[in-house]
């Protein structure tokens, strides 16, 4: 590897080059149950850096298969993406930098945190809604790259609604602005004698000779993360030619992002939710479709094995909240522990309002509380920081956010196993669907718990496994399965957000069929003919690859 380090040191990088045990340990996880050691750690000191080292890696492929680059930001990832073989390339180091922000749109660059992020634009009364749950712990460049969501989705979309323009250093090594274009600088486009000029040709050759049968293969719900989002990009009805649409959720297997341009809306600085406790699901089918009508910011939801965790782990929220915050909770949760004493609540679902005002919002949850009376209801709103009741609602986003971060690093003998993590289908077939789902999380005496964004009917069961163990192993594959051909049966989407990865990559082909599949693989090739970007994932991963790669320690 010295002479390697070396050889690279002279092609002109100047960034920093680990191939240190320790370092090769930390990056071989992300938050995904699969490990993989990675041959070299690199760092790019800038997009010039970025650039060289595409192209080194491009030269020298043929004579070193081994060779490959795969985009780390914050590791967050929970289906494997951030983990490789070959070099891993860490922008969390030097892609640092917030360049502007105004109203309306903010630049920076892909290893800036999202918490920092957010900070820059709450100071514009800005917001870039499509965070994930992970809000505080991830880059906006992750979010890019796995077209991530959360829980103001249901009202604002995902990620890719946000990308305004890119930068992306393709496989031949230059970096290029990725943005919509208007047919006339598409055709400018596809004239050049380049490569940028090749891949727009070739990409509106694939999506015009396709056109019925891509828009088609567009899952029929509100949220997707599976393959590539081929079916955004060329409408010939507008015209328009979106290339961000492809980058956004290909995991980095295309090129690797160095800039971005996020469109951002105004931030809402009230906010009230109404919290609504069921002891049985049966009347999920009449609620969803309720609440849905009044069309809520968020509408999240958590099972009772989140509750009961949440209460398991109550002193873990004293580090979290700090002391006065953590006694305001215990004491708001009295009225709660009283609920309980009536039984305990099957499923917990939060409506979120936002608004200019306490008023506008207070109106909004007292109108659903009304229509919604019959139902077992309870009623709180917060309104930021003015407001001495914001802590009442923050119990359950506490809940709702932390569970799986709970999970992860509270049961010491068992391990968080995201494998079914990230489903979706459409609310309409909740009350049917649930049901079927718990049964096959009992049949596989799976310890796992049930959140998600109901309005999305996109939910994130994550068991503890002890992985290590092969019988424990041995349940992945078919209980994916079953629960896969259920969301299938009901034409959902088998990621929502957190994009597919080594767990979800070999299943592109039941998602979508050969066909579509063979579309993604032309994409993949189109972009980088060598395989040189995070191979073994979306189209060209396969389950015994993964599978070979699950951990084996924690
Ligand atoms: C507790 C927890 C909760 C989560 N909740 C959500 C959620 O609500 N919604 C959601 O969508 N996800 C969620 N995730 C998954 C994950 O946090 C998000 O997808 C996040 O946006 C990933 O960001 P990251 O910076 O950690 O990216 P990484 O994990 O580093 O990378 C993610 C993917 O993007 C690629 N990539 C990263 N940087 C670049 C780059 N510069 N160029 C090219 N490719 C790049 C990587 O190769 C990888 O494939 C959660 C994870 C955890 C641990």
């Known amino acids: 590897m010295d002479e390697f380090k070396t050889q690279l040191a002279a092609a002109g990088f100047s960034g920093e080059l680990d191939d240190s045990e320790q370092a090769r340990e930390f990056y071989s996880h992300d938050a995904s149950l699969f490990e993989i050691k990675p041959q070299l750690i690199v760092k790019p000191k800038d997009s010039k850096d970025v650039q060289t080292l595409v192209t080194f890696v491009a030269e020298n492929k043929k004579d070193n298969p081994w060779l490959s680059l795969t985009a780390r930001s914050a590791g967050t990832d929970m289906s494997g993406g951030a983990v490789n073989e070959g070099l891993i390339v860490d922008f969390t180091t030097h892609f640092t930098k917030i360049e502007g922000v105004t109203k309306t749109e903010a630049h920076a660059q892909p290893g800036v945190y999202y918490r920092d992020f957010e900070k820059e634009t709450l100071k514009h009364g800005a ?32 990620t890719e609604n946000f990308v305004n323009e890119l930068k992306v250093v393709f496989a031949d090594g230059k970096e290029y602005t990725v943005k919509p274009l208007n047919k006339l600088e598409l055709v400018r486009k596809m004239g050049q004698k380049d490569f940028e000029g090749q891949l727009y040709k070739k990409v509106f050759d694939l999506c015009e000779k396709h056109y019925d049968k891509i828009k088609a293969a567009k899952p029929k719900v509100t949220k997707n993360s599976m393959g590539y989002n081929l079916w955004d990009v060329w409408d010939r009805d507008t015209g328009m030619f979106h290339m961000q649409k492809l980058i956004v959720g290909s995991q980095g297997t295309l090129g690797l992002t160095t800039d971005i341009k996020y469109g951002l809306v105004p931030h809402r600085p009230h906010s009230g939710i109404l919290v609504i406790f069921l002891r049985d699901i049966d009347r999920l089918g009449e609620i969803i479709p309720a609440v849905l009508k009044h069309k809520p910011a968020t509408f999240e939801s958590f099972d009772d094995a989140t509750l009961w965790l ?28 009283l609920q309980l004493l009536h039984g305990i609540p099957k499923l917990i679902l939060m409506v979120e309002f936002n608004g200019e005002t306490e008023e506008e919002v207070r109106t909004k949850i007292r109108v659903l509380h009304h229509e919604l009376k ?11 920081e003015e407001d001495p009741t914001e802590l009442k ?38 009350t049917e669907f649930l049901p079927k789902i718990r049964k096959i999380i009992k049949k596989y005496h799976l310890l796992a718990t049930i959140a998600g964004h109901m309005g999305d009917g996109n939910f994130h069961i994550i068991p503890l496994m002890k992985i290590e163990e092969p019988s424990e192993r041995a349940k992945l594959l078919p209980a994916m399965k079953e629960v896969d051909e259920l969301v299938l049966h009901y034409k959902g989407s088998l990621s929502g957000e957190h994009n597919d990865g080594l767990v979800r990559g070999p299943w592109l082909k039941q998602q979508f069929g050969a ?21 073994h994932k979306k189209s060209d991963a396969n ?9 084996q320690k924690f």
């Open 127 to 158: 917001l870039m809604p499509a965070y994930p749950a992970s809000r505080d712990l991830c880059t906006i460049g992750g979010m890019v790259n796995n077209n991530s969501g959360g829980e103001k989705s249901l009202e604002f979309g995902k």
């Open 310 to 337: 949440s209460i398991r782990f109550l002193p873990s929220f004293l580090k979290l909240l700090g002391l006065p915050r953590f006694i305001h909770l215990l004491f708001s949760l009295i009225p709660d522990g």
């Open 374 to 384: 019959d139902h077992r209801v309870r009623y709180e709103i917060n309104g930021e």
């Open 393 to 430: 609602s923050e119990k359950f986003w506490l809940m709702r956010r932390q569970s799986f971060n709970l999970l992860r690093s509270k049961v010491k003998d068992k391990h968080t196993a995201p494998f079914i993590d990230d489903l979706v289908v459409n609310p309409e077939h909740l």
């Open 515 to 535: 066909e579509v599949l063979g579309y993604f693989k032309e994409v993949k090739h189109i972009f980088d003919p060598e395989n040189i970007f995070n191979p």
């Open 543 to 551: 389950w015994d690859y993964s599978f070979s790669h699950i951990r």
